[in-house]
C-alpha cells in the first residue's frame, strides 16, 4: 500500500486542522493505522495509533483530548483532526500503516511498515 499525507499548513494558536492520508494500492481496511510527527532536528515520535476496529485507540499524552483519528474506508483514507493546536504542535506529520489483527494497534515506530511522505504542520503563537 502506498501512502500519501496532505492537508498540512499554517496554522494560529488555538486553530483546528485535519490532515489526510490517503491509501492506494491496498486497502486503509486492511491495516493499523499510525501517526507520527518529527520536530526539526529531532527524532520521530508516536502520536497516535488505532486498530482496524476502531476500538482500541492510543494517544500520546501531550495530544490526547485535542487530537483525533479517524478512517474513511469507502474513501480509503484516514485522518487525523487536530483542535486546540499550540506552537509546540509544530512538526512534519507522517501516516503509516501495518498489517494488523482486527483488534490489534501499536505506538511502536518500526512496527508500522508503509509510510507517508509526511505534511508540514506550522502554528504560530
Known amino acids: 500500500v502506498q501512502l500519501q499525507a496532505s492537508g498540512g499548513g499554517l496554522a494560529q494558536a488555538g486553530d483546528s486542522l485535519r490532515i489526510s492520508c490517503a491509501a492506494s494500492?491496498?486497502?486503509?481496511?486492511?491495516?493499523?493505522i499510525g501517526w507520527f510527527r518529527q520536530f526539526p532536528g529531532k527524532e520521530r515520535e508516536f502520536v497516535v495509533a488505532?486498530?482496524?476496529?476502531?476500538?482500541?485507540?492510543y494517544y500520546s499524552d501531550s495530544v490526547k483530548g485535542r487530537f483525533t483519528i479517524s478512517r474513511d474506508n469507502l474513501k480509503n483514507a484516514g485522518y487525523l483532526q487536530m483542535n486546540s493546536l499550540k506552537p509546540e504542535d509544530t512538526a512534519v506529520y507522517y501516516c503509516?500503516?501495518?498489517?494488523?489483527?482486527?483488534?490489534?494497534?501499536?505506538?511502536?515506530?518500526?512496527?508500522?511498515?508503509?509510510w507517508g511522505q509526511g505534511t508540514l504542520v506550522t502554528v504560530s503563537s
Open positions: 503509516a500503516a501495518t498489517w494488523a489483527r482486527w483488534d490489534s494497534a501499536t505506538r511502536v515506530e518500526n512496527e508500522y511498515d508503509y
Open positions: 494500492g491496498g486497502h486503509i481496511s486492511d491495516y493499523a
Open positions: 488505532d486498530s482496524r476496529s476502531g476500538r482500541r485507540i
